[in-house]
């Protein structure tokens, strides 16, 4: 599809468009929005993005090599355009709907199209699995679970929300568990909420659409993930403790009870508390006030 089957009137320069996401995208042929020149550096030396939505002010800086529209509202034309393309059978994930006869599958579960579910999986009674979901072999799926729920994407523009339709899915690895009550969102771009092989998520947790989970990590009850966070492997996460948007979790890294997290936490180190930093300083502060 190209730029201008969207934008018909005032279209600077055309472009071949497929996808949307941000100026970082890894899909050829993707369109972003751009209100900062810190972005509008990564679209331009990104290959990927085919197209730039963006300012009047923003639109002089733009590679020629890439397609241009200038808007008043870029996020809100860009949002606009994304489900246009959804619409129009692009800007979605190829997903060929299969289960193996191996799947231990509840009669009370309920499983959308275009769901993969792999070798030795269980899934027990009432969850839901929605579509684009691939669950690897050996998984475990726990009662009540829901994969590939529909994230809070009604993106607010000038005072007015905006429904933003889902295009991708989510992925859990081989020899996962998801437990009762665990809830695990669709990213609303063509990709992937991911949960690596062997990696435990706990009751009641919540991961926000786009998170990206490593392999052997533990996610106690309760847990709340904000989208868009990496964590990485060997990552313990405990009870009630709940992270920021977009946030990167080196491997290795323990985050103690209840901590409340809102900024990123460098491999093996351990944080605690409200908001959470230094575990080993908190408890010395702790001692303190106590004497």
């Known amino acids: 599809m190209k730029l201008s089957n969207f934008f018909e009137n005032d ?31 990564m679209a331009n030396e990104n290959d990927n993005i085919s197209a730039v939505i963006t300012t009047q002010d923003l639109s002089k800086d733009v590679s020629l090599d890439k397609g241009l529209f200038i808007s008043k509202n870029p996020k809100l034309d860009f949002f606009n355009l994304h489900n246009f393309l959804i619409k129009n059978n692009c800007n979605k994930i190829e997903l060929e709907h299969s ?25 027990d009674d009432y969850a839901v699995i929605y579509s684009n979901s691939i669950i690897g072999d ?35 690895g081989k020899n996962c568990e998801v437990l009762s009550g665990a809830i695990i969102q669709k990213a609303y ?28 990590t533990m996610l106690a009850g309760n847990v709340q993930l904000a989208g868009y966070n990496t964590i990485g492997d060997d990552v313990w996460i405990g009870p009630s403790s709940t992270l920021a948007h977009g946030l990167t979790i080196g491997n290795k890294a323990q985050i103690k ?11 093996n180190e351990e944080v605690s508390g409200n908001f959470a930093y230094s575990h080993t300083k908190r408890i010395r502060n702790f001692v303190k006030e106590q004497r």
């Open 99 to 123: 289960i193996d006869s191996s799947a231990k599958i509840s009669s009370t579960v309920v499983i959308h199209n275009n769901v993969s579910i792999g070798k030795n999986v269980v899934i």
């Open 189 to 216: 771009y063509c990709e992937f909420t991911e949960i690596e092989d062997q990696t435990k998520v706990s009751v009641s947790v919540k991961v926000g659409h786009g998170c990206k989970i490593g392999k052997r």
């Open 257 to 267: 009870l209840g901590s409340v997290v809102v900024k990123s936490i460098k491999e």
């Open 138 to 172: 050996n998984a475990y799926i726990a009662s009540h679970v829901i994969i590939g729920a529909r994230g809070m994407h009604n993106t607010m523009i000038e005072g007015e929300f905006v429904d933003v339709e889902d295009a991708g899915g989510v992925i859990i």
């Open 11 to 41: 279209l600077t320069r055309d472009a071949h468009i497929q996808f949307t996401h941000y100026a970082n995208s890894k899909l050829n042929n993707t369109v972003c929005f751009v209100l900062s020149y810190e972005y509008l550096k």
